[in-house]
Nanobody
Framework: QVQLVESGGGLVQPGGSLRLSCVAS????????????MGWYRQAPGKQRELVADIYNSGQPNYADSVKGRFTISRDNAKNMVYLQMNSLTPEDTAAYYCHAVVAGVDYWGQGTQVTVSS
């Protein structure tokens, strides 16, 4: 069993920052957490869910073009945590943000955390 729980969303003004966190749990998943790539996706109303950033077990990050230079993904394997630091937020970043992992070919998602960028 894999569980992903996000936190850190909220309302922020344009140009502001937020840091999202995702804690991963599950008996086997927790033991081998460092071996799995982890990702952040987002879904705005009326739009498809899209990849924001992911990070491989090597620590190598990958970003969507729309967030490059503004967002930073990181992980703390000792705590089974994945983070998304979001800077210079714009209204276009408004969406529900989801933590994601693929374990044994199965996609796992958190419940999502809402990020709203508005003045």
């Amino acid at each position: 069993q894999v569980q992903l729980v996000e936190s850190g969303g909220g309302l922020v003004q344009p140009g502001g920052s937020l840091r999202l966190s995702c804690v991963a749990s599950g008996r086997t998943f927790s033991i081998y957490f460092s071996m799995y790539a982890m990702g952040w996706y987002r879904q705005a109303p009326g739009k498809q869910r899209e990849l924001v950033a992911d990070i491989y077990n090597s620590g190598q990050p990958n970003y969507a073009d729309s967030v490059k230079g503004r967002f930073t993904i990181s992980r703390d394997n000792a705590k089974n945590m994945v983070y998304l630091q979001m800077n210079s937020l714009t209204p276009e970043d408004t969406a529900a943000y989801y933590c994601h992992a693929v374990v044994a070919g199965v996609d796992y998602w958190g419940q999502g955390t809402q990020v709203t960028v508005s003045s």
